[in-house]
């Protein structure tokens, strides 16, 4: 019989009782801290250097057609928001 699975991990694994038991042997076996894998945290970069985040008030009519335009370019506002202001800075 299938034991309860008590949620998810960050890349859809279900959480069993049995996978909390392996894992618990693996940590109290101990780690090779030499063979972990540092991974970063946080966004990743989108330019050669940290971005700053502006902030911009927007009407209501102007964020619905920033939502849409996003929307229909499979983007998100962020990108579309970005691009615009590059076409309009003429920046590349």
């Given at each position: 019989?299938?034991?309860?699975a008590?949620?998810?991990?960050a890349?859809?694994l279900?959480?069993?009782?049995?996978l909390?038991?392996?894992?618990?042997?693996?940590?109290?076996?101990?780690?090779?801290t030499?063979?972990?894998?540092?991974?970063?945290a946080?966004r990743?970069?989108?330019?050669?250097?940290?971005?700053?985040?502006?902030?911009?008030r927007?009407?209501p009519?102007?964020?619905?057609?920033?939502?849409?335009?996003?929307?229909?370019d499979?983007a998100?506002?962020?990108?579309?928001i970005r691009?615009?202001?590059?076409?309009?800075?003429?920046?590349a």
């Amino acid at each position: 019989m299938a034991r309860k699975a008590h949620g998810k991990t960050a890349t859809g694994l279900p959480i069993t009782d049995e996978l909390i038991e392996k894992l618990a042997r693996e940590a109290e076996a101990g780690y090779d801290t030499e063979k972990m894998v540092r991974r970063r945290a946080g966004r990743p970069p989108i330019g050669a250097a940290a971005a700053s985040v502006e902030s911009v008030r927007l009407d209501p009519e102007l964020r619905e057609a920033l939502a849409q335009r996003a929307k229909r370019d499979h983007a998100t506002t962020s990108a579309v928001i970005r691009n615009a202001l590059r076409r309009y800075l003429d920046v590349a």
